[in-house]
Nanobody, 122 residues
Framework: QVQLVESGGGLVQAGGSLRLSCAAS????????MGWFRQAPGKERESVAA????????IYADSVKGRFTISRDNAKNTVFLQMNSLKPEDTAVYYC???????????????WGQGTQVTVSS
């Protein structure tokens, strides 16, 4: 069992930056590929980025490519999402999840955090 806790969300102006963290407990995070997801009000949850167990492979949704960076520190059991050049359409609850392979899909992820709110004002 893995427990995931996101932090770092908040209110930021368009063009600003935020860094989200996802801290894991219960098992070593290095055993899992990790993903970041988001869900805006009235919309389905969408995959944002994913990273392999070692951190050597990353993938991004087209909507965030070039603006967001996913990374991990396995020694600290933590995954990060650096978000730059934020837009109002990035407003959502952001979730991290642990799974078997890095993929831009809701499937294949076994453990989910509770989410952290990101609000981008125009």
């Amino acid at each position: 069992q893995v427990q995931l806790v996101e932090s770092g969300g908040g209110l930021v102006q368009a063009g600003g930056s935020l860094r989200l963290s996802c801290a894991a407990s219960g098992r070593r995070l290095s055993s899992y590929a990790m993903g970041w997801f988001r869900q805006a009000p009235g919309k389905e949850r969408e995959s944002v980025a994913a990273i392999s167990r070692s951190g050597g492979n990353t993938i991004y949704a087209d909507s965030v490519k070039g603006r967001f960076t996913i990374s991990r520190d396995n020694a600290k059991n933590t995954v990060f999402l650096q978000m730059n050049s934020l837009k109002p359409e990035d407003t959502a609850v952001y979730y991290c999840a642990a799974g078997d392979y890095p993929r831009l899909s809701n499937s294949g992820y076994f453990y989910w955090g509770q989410g952290t709110q990101v609000t981008v004002s125009s």
